[in-house]
C-alpha cells in the first residue's frame, strides 16, 4: 500500500515484510495519509517518494514465519498478526500459493492466502509501484537510511520495530529449503535479486539441482502474469484499489491498447443481475458492473466503463478516443452481445457525444424508441393492476387521443410495419449509430414490449392485452374485493334488523 502525506509532498510506498509497519509509525508526525494500493494516484502531488527493500531470502522467510508463528511483540494497536493464521503454512506450501493464478496478490479478497500472497509478492512486480521512488533504502541499513530521511521531513529519526519473527525458536530458516524449493524460489525472485542487487546466499548457489532442474529469469507463473495482456493493459482496475482520486483517465487503458486482448478474453465471475447504483469510486463502481458481464468478452465489460466515464465527463479525451475505437472495430461483435440496457446506453453516448449531427441523429432513433417502449412498460407495470371495481377486461380501441391522433387499431393498422420499415431503410449502413440503434430496434420487436405484443396481436378479433402475470394480479383482484363485498355485506345485516 502506498501512503501519501499531503502536507509535507510525500509517498512512502509500503513493501511488505521490508519495515513498513515500523517506518508508519515513525511517520505518524506527518498527520493522517491518504492511501491506494497499486498505484501512485496523478492526484497526489508529491515531491519525495521513497522505499524500502529487503532482501528477497529475509523478506520471504519473515512472512511465512509472521503468518505460521505470528510475531513476538504484541504493542500494535492493530494485532491481526500478533497470533498464528496458517500454523500449518510450509515453504513448498508458500511457493504453490505464489505459483497460483487462481490467489489473488492484491489483497482484495481478504483471504489469508491471498493476504499471504501479498506479503510474498516479488518487489519488483509492477504492483508495488518500486519505479515511482525517489529514494530506495535498504532494510539492511536502514536506521541510517531513514536518519537522512528524518532530517528532510523534520521528525524524529528513532525506529520502533513492530512485527518481528526472526528470533522466534521454532522459526523457518534457509536450512528448511528442499532442492526443488531453491529452484522455485529463485525462479520466482530472480528480479528481485538482479534489480535489487542483493547476493544469493552461499547456500543457494552452491547446491546440487535436481535432475533437468533450469533457473530461468522468472518462473512461468511469474511470465505468465507479467505477461497476462488484460492485466499489463489495464493495470489499475486489476491492481489499484482503496483511493477515490484516482483521475478518471487513469481508470481506463491506454488509448493505443491492443483491443483484442479484451475481446479474446472473459469474464470470470458470478452471474448477477443489473447494478443500478453509482459509487463514487470509479473502480469500485466498474466491478460492481462486472457481474452482468459474466461469461461474455472482457471487451464488453470495458466498454460499460467507458461509458461510466464519458457520463460523468463527456468531454474525457481519452474514454472518447476508446469509446469510438471499440465501436469502430467491435460494432457488430458488440451488438450481437451486448443486452437491452447496454445497446441502449451505447445509443445514448452516441447521441451525447457523437462525431457529428448525423451520427447523433441516428443514434436518438435506437435511443427515443428504447426510452419511449421503457416508459410505456414502466406504466403498464405502475397503473395497470389498479382497476375499477368491476375489472374493465374490454379496452377501446381506435378513437381520438390528442391533437387529431387516432389510436393504434390492432386488427387493421400498419403502424408497426411502417415505423420498422422506416427504420430499417435509414438504418441500413455499417456505421456504429446504424449497427447499435437497429439491433436495439430489432430487439424490441423481438421481446415482451409495447411493439412486440401488437405485432402479435394483429389480425386476431379479441386481442388479450394483458400478460399472464397480469390476468393472475386480474383474477386476484376480482376475488379479493368479492370476498371484502361479502364480509360488509355479513357486518352491515345485523345493523338493519335492529332499525327496523
Known amino acids: 500500500m502506498n501512503f501519501y502525506y499531503e502536507e509535507s509532498r510525500t509517498v512512502f510506498i509500503h513493501i511488505k515484510k521490508a519495515g513498513g509497519s515500523s517506518?508508519?509509525?515513525?511517520?505518524?508526525?506527518?498527520?493522517?495519509?491518504?492511501?491506494?494500493?497499486?498505484?501512485?494516484?496523478?492526484?497526489?502531488?508529491?515531491?519525495?517518494?521513497?522505499?524500502?527493500?529487503?532482501?528477497?531470502?529475509?523478506?520471504?522467510?519473515s512472512a511465512i514465519n509472521m503468518f505460521k508463528l505470528g510475531v513476538l511483540d504484541s504493542t500494535e494497536v492493530i494485532k491481526d498478526y500478533n497470533t498464528p493464521s496458517l500454523p500449518n503454512i510450509t515453504i513448498s506450501g508458500a511457493l504453490d500459493i505464489l505459483e497460483d493464478p487462481k490467489i489473488?496478490?492484491?489483497?482484495?479478497?481478504?483471504?489469508?492466502?491471498?493476504?499471504?500472497?501479498?506479503?510474498?509478492?516479488?518487489?519488483?512486480?509492477?504492483?508495488?509501484?518500486?519505479?515511482?521512488?525517489?529514494?530506495?533504502?535498504?532494510?539492511?541499513?536502514?536506521?541510517?537510511g531513514f536518519l537522512e530521511v528524518a532530517k528532510r521531513l523534520g521528525i524524529k529519526p528513532?525506529?520502533?520495530?513492530?512485527?518481528?519473527?526472526?528470533?522466534h525458536p521454532q522459526a523457518l530458516k534457509i536450512d528448511s529449503f528442499s532442492s526443488s524449493d531453491i529452484v522455485r524460489f529463485m525462479n520466482i525472485y530472480q528480479s528481485d535479486y538482479t534489480i535489487l542487487g542483493y547476493e544469493p546466499p552461499v547456500s543457494f548457489t552452491n547446491y546440487k539441482k535436481p535432475h533437468n532442474?533450469?533457473?530461468?529469469?522468472?518462473?512461468?507463473?511469474?511470465?505468465?502474469?507479467?505477461?497476462?495482456?488484460?492485466?499489463?493493459?489495464?493495470r489499475y482496475y486489476f491492481e489499484c484499489s482503496g483511493?477515490?482520486?484516482?483521475?478518471?483517465?487513469?481508470?481506463?487503458?491506454?488509448?493505443?491498447?491492443?483491443?483484442?486482448?479484451?475481446?479474446?478474453?472473459?469474464?470470470?465471475?458470478?452471474?448477477?443481475?443489473?447494478?443500478?447504483?453509482?459509487?463514487?469510486?470509479?473502480?469500485?463502481?466498474?466491478?460492481?458492473?462486472?457481474?452482468?458481464?459474466?461469461?461474455?468478452?472482457?471487451?464488453?465489460h470495458l466498454l460499460a466503463c467507458i461509458i461510466v466515464v464519458l457520463r460523468r465527463d463527456p468531454h474525457n479525451k481519452l474514454g472518447l478516443e476508446l469509446f469510438f475505437k471499440i465501436v469502430t472495430e467491435y460494432g457488430i461483435d458488440l451488438a450481437n452481445s451486448l443486452n437491452i440496457r447496454w445497446?441502449?446506453?451505447?445509443?445514448?453516448?452516441?447521441?451525447?457525444?457523437?462525431?457529428?449531427?448525423?451520427?447523433?441523429?441516428?443514434?436518438?432513433?435506437?435511443s427515443s424508441i428504447s426510452a419511449l417502449v421503457k416508459l410505456s412498460e414502466t406504466e403498464r407495470r405502475v397503473y395497470y393492476p389498479r382497476i375499477p371495481w368491476p375489472p374493465r377486461l374490454k379496452f377501446s380501441r381506435g378513437g381520438h387521443m390528442y391533437e387529431g391522433?387516432?389510436?393504434?387499431?390492432?386488427?387493421?393498422?400498419?403502424?408497426?410495419?411502417?415505423?420498422?420499415?422506416?427504420?430499417?431503410?435509414?438504418?441500413?449502413?455499417?456505421?456504429?449509430?446504424?449497427?447499435?440503434?437497429?439491433?436495439?430496434v430489432t430487439r424490441l420487436s423481438e421481446k415482451h414490449s409495447t411493439i412486440s405484443r401488437f405485432k402479435k396481436i394483429t389480425g386476431e378479433k379479441n386481442p388479450h392485452m394483458a400478460s399472464d402475470d397480469l390476468s393472475l394480479i386480474i383474477k386476484e383482484a376480482i376475488k379479493e374485493e368479492g370476498e371484502a363485498k361479502e364480509r360488509n355485506s355479513a357486518d352491515e345485516k345485523p345493523a338493519q334488523d335492529n332499525g327496523s
Open 23 to 61: 517506518i508508519r509509525k515513525a511517520l505518524a508526525p506527518l498527520g493522517k495519509a491518504k492511501t491506494a494500493f497499486g498505484c501512485i494516484p496523478d492526484t497526489w502531488h508529491a515531491d519525495y517518494t521513497f522505499c524500502v527493500v529487503r532482501n528477497p531470502l529475509d523478506r520471504f522467510l
Open 104 to 144: 489473488e496478490y492484491t489483497r482484495m479478497n481478504r483471504r489469508l492466502e491471498d493476504n499471504l500472497k501479498h506479503h510474498l509478492w516479488p518487489q519488483t512486480e509492477p504492483f508495488f509501484c518500486l519505479s515511482h521512488a525517489n529514494e530506495i533504502l535498504e532494510y539492511e541499513k536502514i536506521q541510517e
Open 158 to 167: 528513532e525506529i520502533e520495530w513492530v512485527r518481528r519473527t526472526a528470533n
Open 213 to 234: 532442474a533450469i533457473i530461468s529469469p522468472k518462473s512461468d507463473i511469474f511470465t505468465e502474469i507479467a505477461r497476462d495482456p488484460c492485466v499489463a493493459a489495464w
Open 243 to 300: 483511493t477515490n482520486e484516482l483521475m478518471l483517465s487513469e481508470a481506463l487503458p491506454e488509448a493505443s491498447v491492443d483491443l483484442s486482448i479484451f475481446n479474446n478474453s472473459l469474464v470470470e465471475v458470478k452471474k448477477q443481475n443489473t447494478w443500478p447504483g453509482r459509487d463514487k469510486n470509479i473502480l469500485d463502481h466498474f466491478r460492481s458492473l462486472e457481474p452482468e458481464f459474466s461469461g461474455q468478452p472482457r471487451l464488453n
Open 343 to 366: 445497446l441502449s446506453s451505447v445509443c445514448d453516448t452516441l447521441v451525447d457525444v457523437g462525431r457529428n449531427g448525423e451520427e447523433r441523429a441516428i443514434a436518438a432513433l435506437g
Open 405 to 440: 391522433v387516432i389510436g393504434f387499431s390492432p386488427e387493421k393498422g400498419d403502424m408497426i410495419e411502417n415505423l420498422l420499415g422506416r427504420l430499417n431503410n435509414v438504418l441500413h449502413e455499417s456505421k456504429p449509430a446504424s449497427i447499435f440503434s437497429k439491433e436495439l
